[in-house]
T-cell receptor, first 112, second 116 residues
Framework: ELKVEQNPLFLSMQEGKNYTIYCNYS?????LYWYRQDPGKSLESLFV?????AVKQEGRLMASLDTKARLSTLHITAAVHDLSATYFC????????????FGQGTRLTINP | GAGVSQSPSNKVTEKGKDVELRCDPI?????LYWYRQRLGQGLEFLIY????????KSGLPSDRFSAERTGESVSTLTIQRTQQEDSAVYLC??????????????FGPGTRLLVL
């Protein structure tokens, strides 16, 4: 059964700094997704990583996937306040069901 | 274009009452999913539909929970005899035809359910 774990669960950082959120998963996942959730809002799709070595970038966010290590990372470069949100990674089980299996989420707070 | 919509946005009910939550997927999306998010937690899968059939109901917490879908359109999630532990945000998502490994799921705004 696929399990997904994120760390850290809480992250408070200063504007301008760099940091990385880690997402480990337990068994093979066909794809790895990153979502953003603002307080009281729904989930916004950020990245879909399809294969080993995949790297995608959007603005100050960059996501990567290492399928051998069963690890995905979300790197934040020169953080700005607008990036404050909760970030979720999710894998997808290939055992027939097409359900996303989510990590616990990382609550990111960026202070001016 | 229009995204996934859900109604109601908020629902307060008394313990023991039945509630019905509605989801309108993105037009053309054949796959539809229901998830639950308890306060401060990640999302738990409940059920998914391919067309109007539900190949996977494994996440439904109990027989008080049921869902149906009309064709490739609206879905309703029904919770009978609600309990306080049912309080959560219920999120619906839709995606295009499922390929091996799945397509990106697009989420609706959710229904916030509070059972008193």
């Amino acid at each position: 059964e696929l399990k997904v774990e994120q760390n850290p669960l809480f992250l408070s950082m200063q504007e301008g700094k760099n940091y990385t959120i880690y997402c480990n998963y337990s068994t093979t996942s066909d794809r790895l997704y990153w979502y953003r959730q603002d307080p009281g809002k729904s989930l916004e799709s950020l990245f879909v990583l399809l294969s080993n070595g995949a790297v995608k970038q959007e603005g100050r966010l960059m996501a990567s996937l290492d399928t051998k290590a069963r690890l995905s990372t979300l790197h934040i470069t020169a953080a700005v306040h607008d990036l404050s949100a909760t970030y979720f990674c999710a894998g997808i089980s290939i055992q027939g069901a097409q359900k996303l299996v989510f990590g616990q989420g990382t609550r990111l707070t960026i202070n001016p | 274009g229009a995204g996934v919509s859900q109604s109601p946005s908020n629902k307060v009910t008394e313990k023991g009452k039945d509630v019905e939550l509605r989801c309108d997927p993105i037009s053309g999306h054949t796959a539809l999913y229901w998830y639950r998010q308890r306060l401060g937690q990640g999302l738990e899968f409940l059920i998914y539909f391919q067309g109007n059939s539900a190949p996977d109901k494994s996440g439904l917490p109990s027989d008080r929970f049921s869902a149906e879908r009309t064709g490739e359109s609206v879905s309703t999630l029904t919770i009978q005899r609600t309990q306080q532990e049912d309080s959560a945000v219920y999120l619906c998502a839709s995606s295009l035809v499922i390929l091996r490994g799945g397509e990106t799921q697009y989420f609706g705004p959710g229904t916030r359910l509070l059972v008193l």
